[in-house]
C-alpha cells in the first residue's frame, strides 16, 4: 500500500548517508531537517482502487508522507516539508533547506526529489495542453521545440554548514553559495514561462552568493522545451 516513492527515498537517502561517510545514528543526534520535491502521485489512483488498502490511503499516499515517513524512519527532529512548485519543486526544496540551515531552523538537512509514472492520467492531461513532445524529443531553445518528454527519478542531498562539514571530515561534493527563488508573476499563460522574472531570480541569486556573472564557469539552465 506505501507509495513506491517513499521507499525510494528512504533507500536513496541512506545510500546518500552513505557516500558521505555519516552514520544514520550520529545523523540523528542533531536538529534535522527533511526538505523533499514530490509533484504528483501516480500511485495513489492504481491503490485507491484497491479495498485493502483503504485503511493505508493517507499514510501511504499522502505527497506529505514521503518526507514525514523519512523523518520518522530515521529518527530526525526538525522540519519536515514536502515541495510541490512543479517544474521548480527540487530546486525550491533545495532552497528551503539553505534558509532554514541559515535561519537556525535546523543544523542539517535532507534534500531529495522523486518522480516515478506509475498511470496514465497525467500523460493525458499532458497530452491535451500540449506540453508533450509528439516526437518524443526534447528541443530546448530551439525553433522547432514542440514539447518534452516525462521520466523518471530520485535523488537526494545531505545538506550542512560548511565548518560543520570539515569539521565533521564528510566526504563534500559541492559547496552552495546562494540561491533564490521567484514567481514571474502574470505571464502569457498560467504555465508559461516569464523572462523577466526568471531573470530576477537569477540576479538575485548572484548577489545571495556575492559572485559575479562574469565569474562563472558553467551555467545549466531549466529548459523544457514547451
Not at 543526534?29 to 527533511?34: A, F, P
Not at 485503511?55 to 515517513?69: C, E, I, P, Q
Not at 530546486?91 to 540551515?101: P, S
Request: proline share 3%.
Amino acid at each position: 500500500a506505501m507509495d513506491p516513492q517513499q521507499r525510494l527515498m528512504l533507500t536513496c537517502t541512506w545510500r546518500a548517508l552513505e557516500d558521505a561517510g555519516i552514520s544514520a545514528q550520529a545523523f540523528s543526534q542533531r536538529r534535522t531537517g527533511v526538505f523533499i520535491a514530490a509533484s504528483q502521485n501516480d500511485y495513489a489512483v492504481v491503490a485507491s482502487q484497491d479495498e485493502e488498502n483503504q485503511g493505508y490511503l493517507v499514510t501511504g499516499h499522502l505527497a506529505s508522507m514521503v518526507a514525514n515517513r523519512l523523518s520518522y524512519t530515521l529518527d530526525l527532529v526538525g522540519p519536515s516539508e514536502c515541495i510541490e512548485t512543479t517544474c521548480s519543486s527540487s530546486l525550491v526544496a533545495l532552497h528551503r533547506a539553505i534558509r532554514a540551515i541559515r535561519h537556525h531552523e535546523c543544523e542539517q538537512a535532507v534534500v531529495g526529489g522523486v518522480n516515478l509514472l506509475l498511470s496514465p492520467e497525467h500523460f493525458h492531461s499532458y497530452q491535451a495542453m500540449g506540453l508533450l513532445s509528439p516526437d518524443q524529443s526534447t528541443r530546448s531553445f530551439q525553433a522547432g521545440a514542440n514539447g518534452y518528454v516525462r521520466s523518471e527519478g530520485v535523488a537526494v542531498v545531505i545538506l550542512k554548514p560548511l565548518a560543520q562539514a570539515l569539521a565533521d571530515n564528510d566526504r563534500i561534493a559541492a559547496v552552495i553559495k546562494g540561491s533564490s527563488v521567484s514567481h514571474g508573476g502574470r505571464s502569457s499563460s498560467l504555465t508559461a514561462p516569464n523572462r523577466e522574472g526568471i531573470s530576477c531570480a537569477m540576479l538575485d541569486a548572484l548577489a545571495d552568493a556575492q559572485v559575479t556573472p562574469q565569474s562563472l564557469g558553467y551555467i545549466e539552465a531549466h529548459g523544457t522545451g514547451t
